[in-house]
């Protein structure tokens, strides 16, 4: 997979575009009112890290290359944008089919150098989404998604053609 095919998959920028696809089912809100993300009204946004993941060898590329483009942010934040975007790869390399890839996109307001991010991560297996403390593999495994919700403001699944985007927003200060 192109990066380019990545990069057109990102959530809008400023403009009025929505991304492409369904929400299979609404963000996972932490509490009550909490809404699916959406960028600031005129954030600015950048492709922070875009490549295909065919190996857990590319996740740690992935981790690598986050951690060098975050390098301004708190330590203990970009261990855990670290921490969900394994996640995420993790869920996609074991449990479906290819192509995967990872797009981390970064949102920017006048008030803040970079104030959030968006994991996107997309599969070729639009049937299979995310669960939630189950596990097709082991009693003992599921757990992965409680994280992503913990750690994000919100969360989702967006279906397209053959392929789903995981997704997770996280704010950076």
């Known amino acids: 997979m192109a990066e380019s095919d990545l990069k057109a998959r990102s959530w809008p920028t ?3 575009d929505t991304p492409t696809g369904r929400s299979l089912f609404p963000a996972q809100p932490r509490t009550p009112g909490d ?3 959406q960028p600031a009204r005129g954030a600015r946004s950048s492709v922070l ?4 993941v065919t190996s857990h ?3 740690a590329i992935v981790r690598n290359r986050l951690r060098h483009v975050l390098h301004g942010c708190d ?3 970009v261990q855990d944008v670290e ?3 394994t996640e995420l790869l993790a869920n996609a390399l074991e449990h479906a089919r290819p192509p995967c890839g990872v797009t981390v996109t970064g949102y920017a307001t ?3 150098a970079l104030g959030e991010v968006v994991i996107e991560v997309l599969d070729g297996s639009r049937e299979l989404v995310p669960l939630l403390d189950r596990s097709v593999s ?3 495994r599921g757990r992965g998604m409680r994280l992503v919700r913990a750690l994000s403001s919100s969360w989702g699944v967006l279906e397209s053609g053959r392929t789903k985007t995981v997704w997770a927003a996280m704010h950076l200060v």
């Open 14 to 16: 400023t403009s009025a």
């Open 35 to 37: 809404a699916p993300y």
């Open 49 to 52: 890290v875009a490549m295909s």
């Open 57 to 59: 060898h590319d996740v």
């Open 75 to 77: 330590p203990d934040v």
């Open 83 to 85: 921490l969900v975007t």
């Open 110 to 112: 006048e008030d803040t």
């Open 138 to 140: 082991a009693p003992y």
